[in-house]
């Protein structure tokens, strides 16, 4: 076949697929409902809001007036459902568009024979390094073996897709630790962001033996969060974060005065808030506040509490006034905070540990940006770039400083031009020399 002909038969694949592909995103977005959707963190909750179902109306006349409250909660939810749509729609035609260049060499490479590799999340590849150490008989097991006591939730089914924990059968040569002893091997693991899987898995292997230990439980929920951040698949991060939660719940209810137990609860509800609905999204954001407050109570000389706090406070400050009154009208009350209270707990963070993170450094930044304190922000965007990169919290808090250094060089030149034009206008013997 001559080489253009073999050129037109790919381009017309490639158009086709192109076209499924649309008519697929069409179908998805209009004619099917959507069994989840990616929402952002509590934190960041001010981004975007989810549908939720409206109570039954009551009869009564007391109830007119929630009635009418709820009639316009549910005009504002059609009207954010819309624009999430559209935003979603905006962002896989980008993705497409992306795609459609790379389809020619990709359908070059399956015509001639060569193998595509798919990228794999960590806990997959975790899940597959232990299974290559099991016999073949172990296989066996079916996808229907399940545990469930006390929040100890673990799932294995018979194909590669899924990467959860695995169970207890595929778990051979565990070495016997003391709890002393596996707790301070999990928290040495975890310190390095690559290992944090390990840290996850050998926690795993010791959680029939210490399963009713507080120490044992606030870290196994730490480590489901640590998960919930590895993980780049939507159904994962569910599962990882409903697990978290509740061991968060068991932990608190053991302990109600241990800080770290109340810390990861309210991390965690931080990350099933991004599940759910508008309704428990708020409710979630009221009970990360709670038991973050009774974390400082306990733990006053944490740092990381101070900067879960600002981050809090600053996403608040930021919230619209529709957000709010969708808070009041759920709720009766509204949350608030200001950008000052924000910067107070971030210096609070540095004043207990200095060069804490990049993170808290470009928050910083923010708040004394808001503030119109230009040359305090310029010195916390200075000392976040000296800081490394290790984390994807990192790389993310990089591209963020850089978007406030430059947007402040902008607005200092600005504020440098109109100074010079004002003091050209009362003195004509002024000039730049001068």
């Not at 599962?239 to 609860?265: D, F, Q, S, V």
Request: hydrophobic share 35%.
């Amino acid at each position: 076949m001559p080489h253009s002909t073999n050129r037109e038969m790919i381009l017309g694949i490639v158009v086709g697929t192109a076209g499924i592909s649309l008519l697929l995103l069409w179908y998805h977005k209009v004619r099917k409902p959507r069994t989840a959707m990616s929402l952002p963190k509590f934190l960041s909750l001010g981004n975007s809001l989810d549908l939720m179902t409206l109570q039954d109306e009551m009869p009564s006349g007391q109830g007119t007036t929630a009635i009418f409250q709820g009639r316009q909660l549910q005009i504002l939810e059609k009207l954010n459902e819309l624009l999430t749509h559209m935003e979603e729609l905006k962002e896989e035609i980008r993705v497409l568009k992306e795609a459609i260049p790379k389809l020619e060499e990709y359908i070059q490479g399956e015509l001639g024979g060569k193998v595509t590799v798919h990228k794999i999340s960590p806990q997959h590849r975790a899940r597959k390094r232990r299974l290559a150490t099991v016999q073949s008989s172990a296989t066996s097991n079916s996808s229907e073996e399940a545990e469930s006591e006390g929040g100890y939730v673990t799932a294995n089914t018979d194909t590669e897709e899924q990467s959860f924990p695995v169970p207890k059968e595929f778990n051979t040569h565990v070495e016997e630790l003391n709890l002393d002893a596996l707790i301070q091997r999990a928290d040495n693991l975890r310190v390095n962001e690559s290992r944090k899987v390990e840290s996850f898995e050998l926690l795993c292997d010791h959680k029939e033996k210490f399963r009713d230990e507080i120490e044992f439980i606030w870290r196994f929920a730490r480590a489901y969060g640590d998960m919930y951040e590895l993980s780049t698949n939507t159904q994962e991060k569910k599962h990882y974060a409903n697990i978290g939660k509740t061991l968060g719940e068991k932990a608190i209810m053991r302990a109600p005065k241990n800080g770290y137990c109340h810390l990861w609860y309210a991390v965690l509800c931080g990350y099933v808030s991004e599940f759910e609905g508008l309704q428990n999204k708020i409710n979630y954001g009221y009970r990360f506040k709670e038991h973050l407050d009774k974390a400082i109570e306990f733990l006053p000389e944490e740092p990381f509490l101070y900067y879960l706090k600002g981050r809090y406070c600053y996403a608040v400050s930021k919230l619209s006034w529709i957000e709010r009154k969708m808070a009041a009208t759920l709720f009766g009350n509204i949350p608030s905070s200001t950008v000052q209270e924000a910067l107070q707990n971030f210096l609070k963070v540095e004043e207990l540990q200095p060069g804490f993170s990049k993170s808290n450094y470009m928050f910083m930044a923010k708040c004394y940006a808001d503030l119109n304190q230009i040359d305090s922000a310029m010195k916390f965007c200075n000392l976040a770039v000296l800081l490394p990169c290790i984390t994807k919290e990192d790389k993310d808090a990089q591209k963020e400083v850089k978007k406030i250094s430059t947007s402040l060089k902008s607005k200092t030149l600005c504020e440098t031009v109109i100074i010079q034009s004002i003091l050209k206008e009362i003195s004509p013997e002024y000039s730049l020399k001068d």
